[in-house]
């Protein structure tokens, strides 16, 4: 039996400019895991594979997935990367705490755990830069534009700036910051908000433009902020996106009263994280206040909070 992980992750500045080329950072989210379980089996047909995920209700055969089918498309891509003609039977497990549609990057973590997994389980792990490549060719699938930052941040599991195209780049963190991620109960749908941010980009260009310049800044200043420890600023800066954001117009009422809650209790600042009209919120906290902005957060209309350190 082989066993892999991956992590979720964060956006802390720059998400929907990113995948007009604009940079973003991103952190992965150790907290909340998918993990994936191969077992060969001692009957069955040569290269079969069987897959279970009972978190999302999901159990297929390989052979008869479609050929848009996420979890049968990482399955064929890691058997295309390891060029394995036929092999024995084997049993795919999923499990994941992350929840689905919920921008912290369920789909890559999926797919970078079973990456891992299948990977190992042939005794020939796959790098870290093919995981990404691998994962990214999935996310397609979910969104018909991903910038790649989510299977990058993921496979890489650390913190990054990225720019679409572009080598990715690890930064250092030079002092702990805590964050708390508050699930707004309602899920991201990642196509769909993308897909209205490009419908509006193509009527206002310009306008629209002039707002991915201004958090490609935003994520420029926050790795400086980040590299020099001064995490205030990176306060400022997530409040700053989270304007942005709004002028997208991908908070909703919900995660408008969770970010002022935040605030109001004390958060160095708040932003909605991934692709928004639902999801995540994530508030940049003290950790002596972590308590009592959970709570605000949750009077706000948070379903769940959960205290991460990024280091
Ligand atoms: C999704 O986690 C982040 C978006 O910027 C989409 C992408 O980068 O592919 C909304």
Redesign the pocket.
Known sequence: MTRARAPGKV?LLG??A??YGRP?IAVPLPELLAEAEIEALTRGPSGEIWIDAPDIRYSARLSETASDDPLGLVLRLGRRELGLGAHPPLHLSVTSAIPVAS?L?SGAAVSVAILRAFGEHFARPFPADRLSELAFEV?KIH?G??????NTVIAYEQPVYFVRGRPIEVFRIRAPFHLLVADSGRPSP?AE??GAVRREWQLRPQHYEGLFDEAGRLAEAGRRAIEAGEIEALGTLMDRNQTILEALALVTPTLRNMHSAARAAGALGAKIS??GLGGNLIALIRPEDSDRIAQALVAGGARRVILTEVR
């Not at 534009?145 to 989510?150: R, V």
């Open positions: 956006i998400e929907h990113v995948v973003a921008g990057g996310e969104h534009t991903p910038s790649g930052i989510d990642t908000a993308v991934g692709a």
